[in-house]
């Protein structure tokens, strides 16, 4: 076993290394020591799950905690950096390319954020998605004072050509338009009473669509929404609102191709069922995509210590999926987040947010220390369970060595983040 440099790469520093790293596992508690052990490297990995079953699994990222020079070198000390780059095969941004990152004044753009995020995705072989064109929040402070009837039709076509036609042929799909639908808002046709519908009318959601066409022809336009998922009568009703919104988008030819289901589900309460199967089912007659977008699962009302939160958070994650992968034109999932202490859930301090003991949330596949929670394992076997394997695998879009590009990600399990390089111990291999 020669690395190129004619050293074994199972040097004896690196096999104690292993070991030391074993006796830090073993001092962990509970399920958290069995899943120290587990490795989520390579093979094991989300990102190669679903790629096998012919799925992405993805998340929503903050390009400026990515370790982006590590990451094109193949490998990466920071916990965070691994994760994205080892678990995911798409990335989105979680805020970065919303109107108010991108435009502090009217006049100009940051993009630099959005664009760090593409040269990570370029780096470790990830597609991307655009996260979002058109949306009634996260606007820019000067938006309120500066937009008018007479101006917001300019403002929004030309936004929507200036970002989508900076990443063109980059993207594999834009939200163009986010949570545009809201029945209880009393209009006929359900729309939301957005800034955009009251500057412009109801035709903001064509004209919105139909410039991203011309801008991106290549990425797959979709309509996102949040609140879509239940059988209750609210979401019901929601839900038929997006499938008539849909209808009428498509019955006129504007180019639509995918709907977005952000999934940010409630760990107690009803579960999905019934009516979202046939939402995807009517989606796929029009030969629309459907995406699980931006999942997670809020644990505020579930009473209990951490345990009780991951097996509820892991069941919520078993029987979504569960329900919805197996779908022929579902094609993604994305989670809201990697890692626990980074959901938004916990940095939103709202009623909806908040437990009453004051414990933080943990919705997402890893832990604060970037072990796999039981959510991880959810997903992996909901994955499993889709779809059969898909004969041959994709190639790879990066031209990194894959192999390389997993390196950093073998060793799980050490609760201050990474072990150094020297502690990796790889699959033996035949030179
Ligand atoms: C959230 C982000 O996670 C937060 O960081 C931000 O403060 C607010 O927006 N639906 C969406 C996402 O489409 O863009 C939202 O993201 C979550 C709900």
């Not at 799980?412 to 990796?424: D, K, L, R, V």
Request: aromatic share 6%; hydrophobic share 40%; net charge positive.
């Amino acid at each position: 076993m020669m690395n190129q440099c004619g050293k074994s790469r199972w040097s004896r520093r690196d096999l104690l290394k292993g070991s030391l790293a074993a006796a830090a596992a073993a001092a962990l508690p509970g399920w958290a020591k069995a899943q120290a052990a587990s490795d989520v490297s390579g093979s094991n990995s989300l990102r190669e799950h679903a790629q096998a079953r012919g799925l992405l699994y993805g998340a929503a990222v903050v390009p400026q905690l990515l370790d982006l020079d590590g990451a094109a070198a193949g490998r990466s000390g920071d916990v965070y950096t691994q994760l994205v780059a080892g678990q995911c095969n798409i990335l989105v941004a979680e805020n970065a390319m919303k109107w108010a990152p991108l435009r502090p004044t009217a006049a100009s753009f940051n993009f630099a954020p959005a664009d760090k995020l593409m040269r990570f995705a370029s780096a470790a072989g990830q597609q991307v998605r655009g996260h979002n064109l058109c949306w009634h929040e996260q606007l820019p402070g000067w938006f309120k004072t500066t937009a008018t009837k007479e101006n917001a039709r300019q403002l929004l076509v030309e936004h929507i050509q200036t970002v989508a036609g900076r990443y063109r042929g980059q993207i594999q799909s834009w939200d163009v338009v986010n949570e545009a639908v809201l029945p209880k808002d009393g209009r006929p046709d359900g729309l939301r009473n957005s800034p955009w519908l009251e500057l412009i009318g109801p035709e903001y959601i064509e004209i919105a669509f139909q410039t991203a066409a011309a801008a991106d022809p290549n990425a797959k336009l979709t309509y996102n929404d949040y609140d879509i998922e239940l059988d209750t009568p609210d979401q019901t009703e929601k839900r038929t609102q997006v499938l008539m919104l849909v209808r009428r988008l498509k019955a006129r030819n504007i180019p639509i191709h995918a709907v977005g289901i952000q999934s940010h589900l409630k760990a107690d309460g009803p579960q999905a069922g019934v009516g979202l199967q046939t939402f995807i089912r009517e989606l796929r007659k029009m030969n629309l995509e459907v995406y699980v977008t931006e999942m997670d699962v809020n644990t505020k009302n579930i009473v209990g210590g951490p345990d009780a939160q991951d097996a509820a958070v892991a069941k919520a994650y078993r029987d979504y999926l569960g329900l919805v992968l197996p779908e022929p034109n579902v094609k993604m999932v994305l989670t809201w987040g990697i890692m626990n202490n980074r959901t938004w859930l916990n940095q939103i301090k709202k009623d909806w947010t908040q437990r009453p003991d004051g414990a933080p949330q943990r919705p997402l596949p890893f832990d604060d220390h970037g072990r796999p929670t039981p959510a991880f394992e959810a997903l992996s076997a909901a994955i499993d369970h889709a779809r059969p394997l898909t004969r041959k695998r994709p190639q790879q879009s990066s031209a990194l060595d894959p192999a390389n590009l997993y390196k950093p990600f073998r060793v799980q399990g050490s609760p201050a983040g990474a072990p150094p390089e020297s502690s990796y111990v790889p699959t033996p291999q035949v030179q």
